[in-house]
């Protein structure tokens, strides 16, 4: 029941933005994908990519504590590992070599908009509106899909 009340808010969140994702997304190959490639080393692809993947699984708790009706975690899962909180974990640590370097000017302005929503989205959910969480949280979202659906970095 847990998980398909989970998908159920996930399907409301992606559908309320209106996005269409093209029939063939992830077929592409490295010769046909369109996405701007944005060159960086080996260690920090490895070390954004995490990231990645530790925003998505966030997302995912995000969209569950909301099922639940536990807004207030999921504001707090959303500003410490998404909003702007997060940001700056890799200054200092990486000598020069944090994913921010290599990003182009559209790709870190995006990304700064998906950290500004996260924020928004923890302020919404404290209030309490359920319903005003959801539209917020589809504007982080859409700025997932807005840097995925235009950038890559393989």
């Known amino acids: 029941m847990h998980r398909n009340a989970t998908l159920s808010i996930a399907t409301l969140v ?4 209106g996005f ?4 063939d997304a992830g077929t592409e190959d490295a010769a046909t994908d369109r996405r701007q490639l944005v060159d960086m080393p080996a260690e920090t692809q490895a070390m954004m990519r995490k990231e990645m993947r530790d925003h998505l699984l966030a997302l995912s708790e995000i969209m569950a504590y909301l099922a639940a009706n536990d807004v207030s975690t999921a504001a707090e899962v959303a500003e410490a590992r998404l909003g702007r909180s997060s940001m700056g974990k890799h200054r200092g640590t990486r000598k020069g070599k944090g994913p ?3 990003m182009p000017k559209e790709m870190k302005k ?3 908009g998906m950290h500004d929503a996260a924020s928004r989205f923890a302020t919404v959910a404290e209030s309490g509106d359920l319903q005003k969480s959801y539209t917020a949280l589809n504007d982080v979202v859409a700025a997932c899909a807005a840097c ?3 950038f ?3």
């Open 14 to 17: 992606l559908a309320g933005g």
């Open 20 to 23: 269409a994702f093209a029939a």
């Open 100 to 102: 921010g370097k290599f």
């Open 110 to 112: 995006i990304g700064h």
């Open 148 to 150: 995925h659906t235009s």
């Open 152 to 154: 890559r970095i393989r």
